[in-house]
């Protein structure tokens, strides 16, 4: 009789907890709510898909928390001592007339702040203050701020957008109401500022949408009207990013990170047109431009005509740009292609772009790399200098504003959702605090996971009481049969690869939810680009893995010419590297035969982007093609074609994630 009354209980306790639960599919999230928890998007703006939490509420863990431990003790976090612009005798952006002042400071501390915002370190949150209270006692009467950098008399407005995302990130993390009196006066000065005179110069007028970003920002805080008007203003003036075929310019850093500014208008005008735009431009470069792994395309300073090949490469500033664009494209369209295309960038082609101890990092980097020295390529590269070698003390734009790449990465993990849940769009060992469900529970999400060199992720939720709400999981659209345990149970519902699953029910505490993405191996094929092929793992590029030759030099004899350092900065602690391949790189893959996995152990400093801690390794088989070569431009040279000559003999070559090859061929021509 006890034994009949157990399993009585057990059959309607799980008939319960079935009844209570919905697991479903969802291509996009409600997106007629508001979440009741945090700031959404207010009348009359566009609703958002998700909801950024504030700055602090993610402490990343694993792989991600060493990448940060990096930046760190690396160059962004001690460029304070090396760039002639952020000394602070004489610094524009602390004294009115100094000599130091345009987008330097606000490029480095935007990374510099949010990391410190992050690692919770006192003496860099020290420093972080000591430059934003500068910044905020530079506000003049009328509101401007800031260093008066004049183009053609007409103020350069362009630095000034960059400080708003600093304050902004700031203000999250502190609640200081002086940002919100500090932005609203700027913002209120921007609308006395003549049409004649507003965003004329190149870098501005590309770039209006940061500035608009951050009007979204303020007005959902303080709901001022005037920042209405202000909208408008700055679209009318900005770059039109909206024609169906040109660009108004084709830099690479420009393309990355202005082609959202229709989409962020579109906000505020719910003209669907305006967010296709942005839609066109990220297909328009590619298509041109990017038949090339990593997610980026080729624009080495500019994109030209007849320089496609996976040889030309993309600044750092670009990869980081790009980054925080796919993050605000994210939030405005829900759209799960673009929390893949930032990982893309994330894990292919932004680690490469920085020495593994992050303290230097090079200008340009291609996912066909085969030489990283400090000669003038052009016009092989677009703009001449040496653009290739690892130097802290140079290429001084991506010198100073590399280090917002992780740490914006980082806060975008875990978003709330309009319907008061939660989503976990881009996966990384983590621990994120959220309000939830209709009372604002906070709650605890501990993720698990060494992905994207894994394939399982693992939640585990900490909640002070029973709260119902729904939790969202991005499914990968390369990924085959997806499945997801809730508290050890495999869930009946099949995963659709490229939509979310939605899991509603009442969690407590302790719950988990482990997520299964299998990753399997593909191939790509650019046909532009001589129907060369990359070969993916989930999603992770391979690479070949080249051995890689390390050469010293002293920094300041190597830098560009531009380059601007103080004048105790010790050059023997930050040298340069040149990396030289010590191995062949110029092989076909030979694509009918199997490629291999072999899994190696977790790095036991959680760094696997490098050649030595890489834990996976892929064993295929290649063939010599001797005319590929290195060119007339000292560069690797164009892929060959599909007939070239290559060796009888097939050797066994190694393929590594593309995210730990400073040198690499990335993009393969095929052999039999």
Known sequence: MKKTFLLLSLTLSMAISAKNQTVEMVKRLP????????????????????????VGSIQPEGWLLKQLELQKDGLNGHLGEISAWLQKDDNAWLKTGGKWGWEEVPYWLRGYGNLTYLMKDEAMLKETKFWIEGILKSQREDGNFGPLVLNNGKQDFWPNMIVLWIVQSYYEYSND???????????????????????????ENSRGGDNLWSVVWLYNRTGDKQLLSLADKIHRNTADWTKSTQLPNWHNVNVAQCFREPATYYLFKKDTALLEASYNVQSLIRRAFGQVPGGMFGADENARIGFFDPRQGTETCGFVEQMASDQIMLLISGDPYWAENCEDVAFNSYPAAMMPDYKAL???????????DSQDHHPGIDNSGPFLAMNPFSSRCCQHNHGFGWPYYAEHLVLATPDNGLAAVMYSAC????????????????????????????????TPSKVRFPMYLRIPSWCKNASVKINGKQEAVTLVAGEYARIEREWTNRDEVELMIPMDLSMRQWQANKNSVSVNWGPLTLSL???????????RATAIGDSKWQENADASAWPTYEIYPKTPWNYALVTSLPIQIKRKNWPADNNPFTLGNVPLEFKAKGRIVPGWIIDEYGLCGVLPYENARKSDRIDEITLVPMGAARLRISSFPTAK
Not at 31 to 54: D, E, T, W
Not at 177 to 203: G, N, Q
């Open 545 to 555: 893995k080249i051995e890689e030759e390390y050469k010293q030099l002293d920094s």
């Open 177 to 203: 109401a002086r940002i919100l009196d500090f932005m609203t006066k700027y913002c209120h000065y921007l609308l006395t500022v003549s049409d004649d005179d507003f965003l004329s110069s190149y870098w």
């Open 431 to 462: 621990k994120a605090k959220i309000k939830v469900g209709s009372k604002g529970t906070e709650v605890t999400l501990h993720e698990q996971t060494n992905y994207p060199f894994e394939e399982a992720v693992r939640f585990t939720l900490s």
């Open 362 to 372: 090079r200008y340009i980097t291609s996912p066909n790399h085969v030489v990283s």
């Open 31 to 54: 997106g007629a709510s508001y979440n009741s928890h945090y700031v959404s998007n207010r009348s009359p703006l566009q609703p958002q898909q998700f909801i950024k939490l504030p």
